[in-house]
């Protein structure tokens, strides 16, 4: 994981707490060490979260590895995998290595 203290870790045991029942938007990246495409992606995110942090944007990272029954879920079967959620209910998603502008708009368009 990356350095933004704007991203929290999420696990299996967390995630209803830190990301279902706290309102607001909330973008979630599923990945895992592995996985080229995610470190790819990986400072995307956390520049995203650092610039939208202020605005009410809480982004969060959770290893599909170490959290099967969340990834399982929300049936993410490819990585990365970015979903959002608005008010704790899962309302978009983007899969694989997408630009930051693809990240962004989502954000704008949910925010």
């Known amino acids: 994981m990356g350095t933004s203290d ?20 909330h973008m979630v990246d599923f990945w895992a060490v592995w996985c080229g495409p995610c470190r ?3 400072p995307i995110v956390e ?9 009410g944007l809480h982004v969060a990272k959770i290893d599909v590895d170490s959290n099967p029954s969340t990834t399982a879920r929300f049936r993410v079967t490819s990585i990365p ?7 704790g209910e899962l309302i978009d998603r983007v899969v694989g290595a997408v630009p930051r502008a693809s990240l962004e708009e989502k954000i704008l368009e949910h925010l």
């Open 6 to 25: 704007a991203i929290v870790e999420v696990t299996d045991a967390s995630f209803d707490e830190e990301i279902e029942q706290v309102d607001g938007l």
């Open 40 to 42: 790819m992606i990986a």
């Open 47 to 55: 520049d995203l979260a650092d610039e939208y942090d202020a605005k």
């Open 81 to 87: 995998s970015v979903l959002f959620f608005k008010d």
